[in-house]
């Protein structure tokens, strides 16, 4: 690659893009209009509400308040009083819109003034104009109150007040943050940086080839890569543009005073060095979502094709951040990993004025991995000669690949089955459910595929006696796994803190059998040994070898979506391990019995461990225990090792 | 001089789940010297393209190499296109950048030195009667004016060889007419010519000697006097179908 290439292309690009009436709305007009169309969008809606609602009865209570009080409310046309036994429930339940709570009786002068609360959700409109009326109505007779007694014992004012009114919200600041505009930033935001990315990724890439201009462009003595990083860079930068003229449109207009409500501005924390930390975690991003778009429309013969392709990318790329926006959820660790959902809960963060350093420094860090992974795949998609010339020449293994990507995504379909059903099964019934979900969803779904398929058990399921040196491999292995698996476990928690309900949920598995130890053993140890097996190591991995992937990308991707199936992020690693162990027996052995009799085994272990005390809960310490693990191992691949080779000979 | 262009057994290979494997060239050689144009005659599909397109490096050949100006396609790409300049029938042009702002974009992506640009650009720009619409986006040009900044820019970094697939498809006559002058004057400045056709009048005009091809293979290789004596027959059509016909190998 030659930077002088690269900016060659890179200005001709630019110049070219800048010549686009679509690219200039997309990057320039409506990141700037944005911010101050929605401004004025939101405050007219909020008028026409506000007028609506000031012509509404809302239903209010009083407690404990003097008849003076209550007759006052009484007599507002816009009021109805109700009576309620809890004025704080009512109101979140939306009942009444607000409640004054006075303490009775009125303290005499030269006493204490009685406090006056007012209950009011901010989070409800209603409640708003509600506490509002309740405020006037409250001051005057406060007002009416010390009026009576200056007049009648001449005090100073200071001792006369006889009330003190406070309002309260009873909303919480979740909710609170949950109404402001704040929330949608993130994905405002994230809009922006991919709706003009996908303009230039689409003209610059599909274009070349719609135009037919590819081919003279690739003629030329500058390289591919340079071209493919020339024309990068400017969609990165129109992203980068973007995003960086509505961050400085937000900020011109909130500071000349263009937002109508303060109310919305104060939770829009658009302050210079938020404004920056948003721009620091936006550029990554912006780089992996250019990457992602420009693969994506690399694709595409023609700009039709780009725009159909890129709209659900875009709209999948946004989920996450809205799914990560929902009240409750906040950046840590985990969160922090998860592409486009960190960044848009950092930017959440950074606006609302909260800059926690670990969690934004692995955003910023995990953003430029993602990105720079995406790149390398692009810039050698692009490089090939697929991509070239429009067409795509089929490839030998090409029918192959399909079938691994048939595999995978019935995987995943399964997944959602048992997401769906088997999770619920067993929430009504712990015991019934798991062996529902396991005889019935997987081994049933494992059974359905081959059976459309018209595949043969055989060759479905690894149906194959084993060698016994292979059975014994399998034994030898199970204990050092566990071991291993819940060493990785116990590293991993140091980093990311397993919550409570992780353990409470696998001790309630534990308690499954009532008592009765062979019912445990079958529902925990012996049926997944079997149904889970059959399905990830017989069905999946089966597949993946059929596709002729290799070892390794097919045992690693069985194993994690043996991970996914346990459907929590904390197990993925330890259950990852376990498989990829089994996997690896699978794919020695050719035989799928040594992994069941494997994952029966190191199933069974915990059941034992937990019911006897084995060891099988902690770490072994003593350095004997250890030799013994290492031995075992070493044993156990020997066997399956050589076991392994002669089958291959064999077969 | 010893040959511009060398095809040493180019193969290229494709998958096809329905068909299997397909040859889409099936070693092809050929030798083209300076000051010549060589032809590759054939119909749709029997490989013209896909040839031309492995000697400007577009694609790799799955096995066999070709030389072009001293420089090897596989190992020594860059040099390779630094010398070609490469035009095919339906090439587009950028619609929103106007002739002088292409003519100048491509003489830099293939390094032409830069204090010469302005005086080649110029040269060009009268030289293919570019002036009236040399500031005019590309997009607003007529199809024959687009035709001309296209032949303009592919010359524009002064190649030594120059690969026209199929250059006047979807050209009216007069603009292939002119096309075809300017290929005949670039053999007389002795530049070294692959030009691809399925119209034998284009064929029998232009090329000094003509490459027979069909499912990939060449039939013959010879001038047309030569393909003449082969098959005894006088109009290239007939040559063409009685080489079709016998599938009658390479003569020169």
New interface residues.
């Given amino acids: 690659m030659k930077s002088r ?1 690269v900016g ?2 890179f200005r ?1 690009e630019l ?2 893009l800048l ?2 009436r679509r690219s200039i709305l997309a990057t320039i007009v409506f990141p700037i209009a944005l911010f101050p169309l929605l401004m004025f969008g939101s405050s007219r809606i909020r008028e026409v509400g506000e007028k609506n609602l000031s012509l509404e009865v809302l239903a209010v209570s009083v407690q404990d308040a003097t008849e003076e009080l209550e007759a006052r409310l009484q007599a507002d046309r816009s009021l109805a009083v109700r009576a309620v036994d809890d004025p704080r429930a009512a109101l979140s339940r939306r009942e009444i819109f607000g409640a004054v709570l006075v303490s009775d009786p009125i303290p005499g002068p030269g006493e204490d003034p009685a406090p006056v609360t007012i209950l009011m959700d901010d989070t409800a409109e209603r409640s708003e104009v509600a506490a509002d009326r309740l405020r006037e109505h409250v001051e005057s007779w406060q007002a009416e109150l010390q009026a009576a007694r200056i007049e009648s014992i001449g005090a100073a004012e200071g001792l006369v007040r006889a009330v003190e009114w406070e309002s309260v919200n009873i909303a919480s600041e979740a909710r609170m943050a949950g109404d402001s505009l704040g929330r949608f930033m993130p994905l405002l935001l994230l809009f922006l940086l991919m709706n003009p990315a996908s303009v230039a990724a689409t003209d610059l890439f599909s274009g070349e080839k719609e ?3 590819i ?9 591919r890569r340079s071209i493919v990083m020339g024309k990068f860079l400017t969609v990165i930068l129109v992203a980068v543009l973007s995003t960086l003229l509505f961050l400085a449109s937000s900020l011109f207009f909130s500071r000349v005073g263009a937002v109508p409500d303060d109310a919305l501005m104060a939770t829009l924390s658009l302050s210079v060095p938020s404004l920056l930390v948003v721009i620091l975690v936006s550029i990554p991003l912006a780089i992996f979502l250019s990457a992602i778009l420009v693969l994506v429309a690399a694709q595409a013969k023609s700009y039709k094709e780009a725009q159909t392709l890129l709209l659900p990318i875009m709209l999948a790329a946004l989920l996450p951040a809205a799914a990560s926006l929902l009240p409750g959820i906040r950046i840590d660790s985990i969160v922090a990993l998860v592409p486009i959902a960190n960044t848009a809960l950092a930017m959440r963060e950074a606006l609302v004025g909260n800059f926690p350093v670990i969690p934004l420094a692995l955003v910023v860090l995990s953003n430029a991995l993602y990105a720079g992974f995406v790149l390398t795949q692009a810039v050698s998609y692009i490089e090939s ?1 697929e991509s ?2 429009g067409e795509r ?4 293994g ?2 192959s690949a399909g079938a691994a990507r048939e595999a995978t995504l019935y995987g995943l379909g399964t997944l959602l089955v048992f997401y769906y059903l088997g999770v619920r099964l067993q929430a009504a019934d712990l015991l019934s459910g798991l062996l529902v979900s396991l005889w019935g969803i997987i081994l049933g779904a494992a059974i359905l595929f081959a059976v459309v398929k018209k595949i043969p058990g055989r060759d479905a399921f690894a149906l194959r006696a084993p060698r016994p040196l292979a059975l014994a491999g399998a034994v030898l292995l199970a204990l050092p796994t566990l071991f291993a698996a819940h060493g990785l476990f116990a590293l991993q928690s140091l980093f990311v803190p397993v919550p409570e309900q992780l353990f409470e949920a696998m001790e309630k598995m534990m308690d499954l059998g009532n008592g009765s130890l062979p019912l445990l053993v079958f529902a925990i140890a012996i049926s997944p040994g079997i149904c889970e097996e059959a399905f990830f190591r017989g069905l999946v991995l089966g597949r993946y070898r059929e596709a002729r992937l290799p070892a390794w990308k097919a045992i690693l991707f069985s194993a994690l979506l043996f991970g996914l199936f346990h459907l929590s992020i904390y197990r993925i690693l330890p259950t990852a391990t376990m498989g990829a162990v089994a996997g690896w027996l699978t794919w020695r052995t050719r035989s799928i019995f040594p992994a069941m009799l494997f994952h029966t085994l190191y199933n069974g272990t915990l059941v034992l461990g937990d019911t006897y005390g084995f060891p099988g809960e902690s770490l072994p310490s003593s350095p004997l225990w250890i030799a013994g693990l290492v031995l075992a191992a070493g044993l156990g691949v020997l066997a399956i090792t050589s076991n392994g080779s002669e089958s291959r000979s064999r077969g | 001089m010893s040959s511009m262009i060398s095809a040493d057994t180019l193969v290229k290979r494709y998958h096809d789940p329905a068909r299997g494997d397909l040859l889409a060239v099936d070693h092809v050689s050929f030798e083209c010297r300076e000051g010549e144009i060589f032809g590759l005659l054939g119909p749709n599909g029997a490989g013209k393209t896909t040839t031309l397109r492995m000697l400007a490096t577009l694609l790799k050949p799955t096995s066999g190499t070709a030389v072009l100006n001293g420089y090897d396609v596989i190992r020594e790409s860059e040099k390779v296109r630094a010398s070609i300049g490469y035009l095919s029938g339906d090439t587009g042009l950028y619609g929103r950048l106007t002739p002088l702002e292409t003519l100048r974009y491509f003489a830099r992506l293939n390094h032409f030195p830069e204090s010469r640009l302005e005086e080649r650009v110029n040269s060009l720009v009268r030289e293919f009667e570019i002036e009236r619409f040399a500031d005019v986006r590309c997009e607003k040009l007529s199809t024959g004016m687009k035709q001309k900044v296209s032949i303009a820019r592919a010359v524009v970094h002064d190649p030594a060889i120059l690969i026209f697939d199929e250059p006047t498809s979807g050209l009216d006559i007069l603009v292939a007419d002119t096309l075809l002058t300017y290929i005949e004057r670039c053999r007389d400045l002795d530049k070294c010519i692959v030009f691809s056709t399925h119209v034998m009048s284009e064929a029998e005009r232009l090329c000094d000697r003509i490459a027979v091809i069909n499912e990939g293979r060449i039939l013959a290789v010879g001038s047309l006097e030569e393909l003449r004596r082969l098959t005894g027959e006088r109009y290239l059509e007939k040559i063409f179908r009685t080489l079709l016909e016998s599938g009658s190998r390479e003569i020169a």
Avoid: F, N, Q, Y
């Fill in positions: 290439d060659i292309v001709k110049l070219d010549r686009d135009r037919k201009t081919e003279t462009l690739l003629t030329s003595k500058a390289d000669e070239i010339l020449p089929p490839t030998p090409d029918d």
